[in-house]
């Protein structure tokens, strides 16, 4: 089935993950089964709320055509997941694809348990049937540790044997994630704290608002160095960070710096792929608008290639595989004004202080992104269409150069701007009836835009 969106709401993404209707969070276990990516997603078949939380299922031969499965995990019943399948990943276990998984019953109160599913028939290639096992692997969290929120495992490779980082916060309000050895999947065993809130790095990257680490992920880069991205809840999901440093002997986490993993005030919950050559990012995008009458909610990001810059910053680029959804002529080539299509692949680049239009609304505000290659600064201005914050500009800052280049992804309200291969700005900006889209690039800018159109296989 196609993951295109109703055509009669202009609001819904039609070429990113999304379930046809209801609600989405969280992306889960990303992974690799014979020739295909498949993506799973926290997601309620039944409503446009969070409850009632399964594991929803799609799957691409090519990153850029998704195909939905069915549900691949439900709550058991009296189970360890009677209330909900919540965030976690995925592993190749002997041959047999395997979920690992936090469940939650009915008196969690933010501990869960970790739980394993397992692919009924390897050898199906839409992993369609799944075998929940009876029992968690790991029913709660280390008891000498004050732990009060213990979730999202996910499963790492070093030097040759397994090991899990799962999420807490602890009763002082300290986040940390949590080390455990699972070399057997089956049989985990508590191995100490990764890292926590009062590293200096740390501290110094996302302040000490956080009083838990989410969906902690962790992946290797080409040049030897480790990446630790992290979902900051403060209470409420908040926003996201990384890290970029060394595991030492014992498996410690040496942080050397770090920053916010996406700018924008709509993306929470990554989900990291490590691939042989590469690794692949995807990230949640809630929605900042009443979704009952919608009848769905949420959308993942497009997949995004990580890796980290000799400074230490992220390094972030879209996968090179959505070139497959540009339409076979672009739609801009010179700066001026031209009309915009809903969904678009765009990219400016400029020598000189200028500003970008993207919307305009009838009483003349625009959405305009500013880009100072002088300063090093690229702001988003969405102040005639409010999020929180007031419609508070986003600034991000990057080393100053001769030349400055966004990358700008829409599709339908998702917006996800790529400040060269350094930053993201994720936002969802909501058109009214009377907006009109239209491009305005400064004299002296580069462009090149092209509409996106329904991918073809092959």
């Not at 939380?53 to 799609?58: D, P």
């Not at 909900?84 to 939650?104: L, N």
């Not at 994630?177 to 065993?189: A, G, Q, S």
Request: charged share 20%; aromatic share 8%.
């Amino acid at each position: 089935m196609s993951l295109a969106a109703p055509p009669h709401d202009p609001h819904a993404p039609r070429f990113r993950v999304r379930p046809p209707a209801n609600w989405m969070n969280d992306p889960n276990g990303p992974f690799r089964w014979r020739g295909r990516h498949h993506l799973f997603y926290q997601h309620n078949p039944e409503a446009p709320v969070h409850t009632n939380v399964h594991w929803g299922h799609a799957s691409s031969a090519d990153l850029a055509h998704w195909e939905h499965h069915p549900i691949a995990l439900t709550p058991t019943p009296g189970g360890p997941d009677e209330a909900g399948c919540w965030s976690g990943c995925m592993v190749d276990d002997g041959g047999v694809p395997t979920a690992v998984y936090t469940g939650v019953d009915r008196h969690h109160t933010g501990l869960g348990t970790i739980c394993l599913a397992r692919a009924a028939d390897p050898d199906d290639p839409a992993l369609t049937e799944w075998t929940p096992l009876p029992a968690p692997v790991v029913t709660g969290p280390p008891a000498d540790l004050d732990v009060v929120m213990f979730r999202d495992p996910f499963v790492f490779r070093y030097e040759g044997r397994r090991w899990a980082l799962v999420g807490a916060g602890h009763a002082d309000g300290t986040p940390s994630v949590l080390l455990y050895d699972c070399d057997d999947v089956t049989d985990w065993r508590f191995a100490g704290v990764l890292l926590d809130g009062h590293d200096p790095a740390a501290r110094a990257a996302f302040s000490d608002r956080a009083t838990g680490w989410e969906c902690p992920q962790l992946y290797a880069t080409r040049g030897g160095e480790w990446v630790l991205a992290v979902a900051l809840w403060d209470g409420h999901p908040w926003t996201t960070g990384y890290l970029t440093g060394r595991l030492d002997a014992g498996l410690r986490f040496t942080a050397r710096t770090g920053g916010l993993l996406d700018h924008g005030r709509d993306f929470y919950a990554p989900a990291v792929l490590q691939e042989p050559d590469r690794a692949l990012l995807w990230g949640w995008s809630w929605e900042a608008r009443e979704q009952d009458e919608a009848g769905w909610a949420g959308v993942l990001t497009a997949p995004r290639v990580v890796d980290v810059h000799p400074d230490g910053a992220l390094r972030v680029s879209p996968a090179p595989e959505l070139h497959r959804l540009r339409a076979a002529e672009p739609f801009v080539t010179a700066p001026g004004r031209t009309a915009l299509p809903a969904a678009y692949d765009l990219t400016v680049g400029v020598r000189e202080r200028g500003t970008v239009s993207l919307l305009r609304s009838a009483s003349g505000a625009e959405l305009t992104v500013s880009l100072d290659p002088g300063e090093g600064t690229v702001t988003l201005d969405r102040d005639g269409w409010p999020r929180d914050r007031a419609g508070a500009p986003v600034v991000v800052r990057v080393p100053p150069g001769e030349e400055l280049t966004l990358r700008v992804l829409v599709d339908g309200s998702l917006y996800e701007l790529f400040v060269g291969d350094r930053a993201t700005i994720t936002e969802r900006v909501y058109e009214r009836g009377d907006d009109v889209r239209e491009l305005g690039v400064p004299s002296g800018a580069s462009v090149t835009g092209w509409a996106l159109v329904p991918p073809t296989r092959g």
